[in-house]
């Protein structure tokens, strides 16, 4: 995480120094607020890598000597076969139509969103003390 923080702090400062440039020389107050806040953004990122990677152990990514497989791990567990995302992306992409057809649509979205949050979250909920 050393290398992260350290990525960021320079990121930050890149953007700060881009930022007053952009200020300086544009004169567009939008513009140059985007920028500060992306610089404020990147030095909390960077902070927080840093002061991280203090407390914890050195990470294969901070060591020379590293092989690939020092970071390898277990990655999680992915549902092979769920259909929730896809009552989520449909019920989205009509959340999102509703802005531009009326908003009657939200109507239909919102339940489709809600029953997609729902089977998402509770797919493999057997209920506790049910037999499995």
Known sequence: MKIQ?????????FILA???VYGMWSKEPVGTTALFMAFGLSIMVGYYLAFTA???DTGAQDREDADVADDAGELGFFSPHSWQPLALG???AFAFMSVVFGWWLM??????????????VFEYYHGEGQNQ
């Open 18 to 20: 881009i930022a007053v």
């Open 5 to 13: 923080g350290k990525m960021f702090i320079w990121l930050a400062l």
């Open 107 to 120: 109507w239909i979205s919102a339940p489709v969103i809600l029953v997609g949050i729902f089977g998402w």
């Open 54 to 56: 203090r407390r914890v």
């Open 90 to 92: 449909v019920g989205s």
